[in-house]
C-alpha cells in the first residue's frame, strides 16, 4: 500500500502544474526568446511554386534537395498555392504571393524574377530548371540596403508548452534611402516535417506570411517593427509548434523594392522599368524551450523535469520491487481424452509470503475440488493439481482461474490465469 499511495501523490504533483496552467486562461509565458543580428548578408532567394499532388512537382523538388538545404547559403521558400483541393499544403497567402509574381504552378523565382528560359506551369521543364538555377546562383543575392535584425519571442497561452504566439520585433534601418514600394515580408517556414519522408510534404514550406511597410525610408532611420502572429493566425495555419522542437521552424524576413533613385528622397517612387529586388534579408530558426529562456523559468522547469524524472524513477522501482514480490503462475489445462479435464498450477512465491484467500473458476468451467493450497512462503515453488468440469459444448473455450491472495507488504490482489482447452482446433478459434 506504501508504494501505490507514492505512485498516487508522484501523479497528483505532475498533474498540478498543467492544471493551474489550464485554469489561468490569461497567463503568457515566455517559452523561449532568441536575438539574431543582421550578418551584413543577403542570400539568395529562391521561391518554388509547387502542387505536392503534382509529380512534376515532387520529382523536381527531390531531385534538388541539396539545393534546398541550407548549408548552401541560400534560402528556398516552398509555396503552395490552394488552387488544387488535393493538395493539403495548400494556402490563401500562397495564392497572394503567387499573384505577386505572377506564377502558374509549377513555377520557380530566383530573387523574384524569372530563371532565363523557363516558364511556368506546362512549360515548367524541370530538367532545364534544375541547371539555370545552379548556373545562376553565384550571382545572385549579395545586396544588403538595410538592417534587418529580429528579435523572436515564443509565447505559451495555456502552459501545455506548445507555442500559442510568435512575437517578433526589429529595429529596422535602412542604409540608404528607400523608395515608396519597399515592403518588409514576414515568412514562418517549416524546414522539415516532424516525421521524415511523411508524404507529399517538401521541405521549406511557408505556413504564415506577412508584410508591412510601415517604417522610416529614410537611410540611418531606425524604426521599431513589432508583429505578432496570433494565436488564431497559427492555429488556422495549422502550424503545431512543440517548444522542445522549434528548431523545425523558422522566421525569414526579406526587404522587397527598390532603393530610392540617386539623388531622390526616401519614399520617392523608383524609376519605371527596373524591376523589384531583395534589398535586405535575415533568416533564423525558431528557438528551442531551453534557448534564451529567463533565468527563472529556466531554473523552475529544470527543478520540475528533475522531480518529474524523479517520479518516473519511483514508478519503475516499484514496478521491479512488485514483479520480484508477487508470486508468479503458471499452468497447463490436460485431458485423458475421455472429457476429464485437470488443472496444472505451478506457483513460484516471490520475495514475501502470501495467502491464498480464494481460488475460483469463471464459466463454462468449473473445479471439482477447491484446492487445499493456503499459506505460501517466500522463495517456495509448489505444484497443484485441479480437477476440471466443462460442457461439452463449450470444452473448447479457455479456462480461467482466479486467485485473490494477501501478499505481504503489498496488500491484496487479484491475479487472472487464462489456460487454453487442450481440444481447441481452427474451427473453435474462429467460433469463439
Known amino acids: ?96 504571393r503567387s499573384d505577386e509574381l505572377m506564377t502558374i504552378t509549377p513555377a520557380i523565382r530566383l530573387d523574384f524574377q524569372r530563371l532565363e528560359g523557363i516558364g511556368d506551369g506546362t512549360d515548367f521543364i524541370a530538367k532545364n530548371a534544375g541547371l539555370a538555377l545552379n548556373g545562376t546562383i553565384p550571382s545572385a543575392g549579395g545586396i544588403v540596403e538595410a538592417d534587418i535584425p529580429l528579435e523572436i519571442t515564443l509565447i505559451d497561452l495555456n502552459g501545455d508548452d506548445m507555442v500559442d504566439e510568435i512575437d517578433l520585433s526589429s529595429d529596422f534601418t535602412p542604409r540608404v534611402n528607400l523608395s515608396s514600394d519597399v515592403i518588409l515580408n514576414f515568412v514562418i517556414v517549416e524546414w522539415y516535417p516532424e516525421i521524415r519522408n511523411e508524404g507529399p510534404r517538401p521541405p521549406h514550406t511557408v505556413k504564415e506570411w506577412t508584410a508591412t511597410a510601415a517604417f522610416s525610408k529614410e537611410a540611418g532611420n531606425t524604426t521599431s517593427i513589432q508583429h505578432t502572429f496570433s494565436a488564431e493566425h497559427i492555429s488556422s495555419a495549422e502550424i503545431e509548434i512543440d517548444a522542445d522542437d522549434a528548431q523545425r521552424f523558422g522566421v525569414i524576413a526579406f526587404l522587397s523594392g527598390h532603393a530610392a533613385p540617386e539623388g531622390a528622397v526616401a519614399g520617392s517612387n523608383p524609376e519605371p522599368g527596373i524591376p523589384a529586388v531583395v534589398l535586405g534579408l535575415t533568416e533564423a530558426d525558431l528557438p528551442t524551450m531551453w534557448e534564451g529562456t529567463p533565468s527563472s523559468e529556466a531554473i523552475s522547469r529544470l527543478g520540475f523535469l528533475i522531480f518529474a524524472l524523479l517520479c518516473i524513477g519511483i514508478i519503475i522501482i516499484t514496478e521491479r520491487q512488485r514483479e520480484y514480490a508477487l508470486p508468479r503462475i503458471t ?92 481440444i481447441t482446433s481452427t474451427d473453435d478459434l474462429e467460433e469463439e
Open 1 to 96: 500500500m506504501r508504494q501505490q499511495l507514492t505512485l498516487l501523490v508522484c501523479i497528483l504533483l505532475i498533474s498540478i502544474p498543467s492544471t493551474l496552467a489550464a485554469d489561468d486562461d490569461l497567463s503568457r509565458t515566455i517559452l523561449a526568446h532568441k536575438l539574431v543580428s543582421e550578418d551584413g548578408n543577403t542570400q539568395p532567394l529562391i521561391e518554388w511554386f509547387c502542387d505536392s499532388d503534382s509529380h512534376v512537382c515532387r520529382d523536381f523538388a527531390e531531385d534538388h534537395a541539396v539545393l534546398m538545404d541550407r548549408d548552401e547559403k541560400l534560402v528556398w521558400l516552398s509555396w503552395h498555392p490552394a488552387y488544387n483541393e488535393d493538395d493539403p499544403l495548400g494556402n490563401g497567402d500562397s495564392n497572394i
Open 331 to 422: 499452468g497447463r489445462l490436460l485431458t485423458d481424452g475421455e472429457d476429464k479435464f485437470k488443472a496444472i498450477l505451478e506457483f513460484t512465491i516471490g520475495k514475501h509470503d502470501a495467502t491464498l484467500e480464494k481460488v475460483e473458476v469463471l464459466p463454462p468451467w468449473k473445479m471439482k475440488k477447491k484446492p487445499s493450497l493456503n499459506h505460501l512462503k517466500a522463495g517456495v515453488e509448489k505444484s497443484i493439481e485441479i480437477g476440471m468440469k466443462c460442457d461439452t459444448n463449450y470444452n473448447f473455450r479457455p479456462a480461467i482461474i482466479r486467485f485473490s491472495m494477501e501478499v505481504e507488504t503489498f496488500g491484496g490482489w487479484v491475479m487472472d490465469l487464462r489456460l487454453t482447452s487442450p
